[in-house]
């Protein structure tokens, strides 16, 4: 049984391979807990790295194949998908995730303004992009303001 637990092991560590992503990793991980009947902390002291990191790469085992790969597809990194995972552990504490259509769609219009942020950018704002911008803030937050209602804020 200890050599079979060992070569489990050395396989589990497989998902140090370039071609395995974060999704991936994370099932192996979890199947490797489950088959081994082992916590986190007792794999965290096998591999010796802190219990939180184990946490971290756990997270992408909340979604699906299907929901990770849409999310990839959607042009979100693998940072993206993992703060959404993170701020939606922090608020429910549940192992389903629901990332909707409206999640990807911030996401992907955060990821596109942030640029803009910086000072050396260069930026010249028209009388137009500032109604623009004071009309995306409306919409932002009327869907606040909705998401709010929904959820009895």
């Known amino acids: 049984m200890k050599s079979y637990k060992s070569l ?4 589990m560590l497989d998902w140090r391979k370039k071609d395995i992503d974060k999704w991936e990793r994370a099932i ?22 802190p219990k939180s990191t184990i946490e971290d790469w ?13 999310m990839k597809k959607k042009g979100l990194s693998s940072t993206d998908i993992y703060k959404l995972l993170r701020e939606n552990k922090q608020k429910a504490k549940s ?4 990332v ?6 911030i996401e992907e219009c955060k ?3 942030h640029p803009y942020l910086r000072a050396d950018n260069g930026l010249k704002l028209t009388i137009n992009s ?8 409306d919409v932002c937050n009327r869907i606040l303001m909705k998401i709010e209602k929904q959820n009895g804020c």
Do not use: H, P
């Not at 489990?8 to 396989?11: G, L, M, S």
């Open 58 to 70: 756990m997270l992408y085992s909340r979604l699906t194949k299907t929901e990770y790969r849409a």
């Open 95 to 98: 192992r389903f995730i629901d």
């Open 28 to 49: 192996i991980i979890r199947d490797y807990l489950d088959e081994f009947s082992l916590t986190q902390r007792q794999l965290a002291e096998q591999l010796g790295v």
């Open 130 to 137: 500032k109604y623009s911008v004071k009309e995306l803030i």
């Open 8 to 11: 489990r092991f050395n396989a």
């Open 100 to 105: 909707t259509k409206l999640d990807l769609e």
């Open 111 to 113: 990821k596109k303004l």
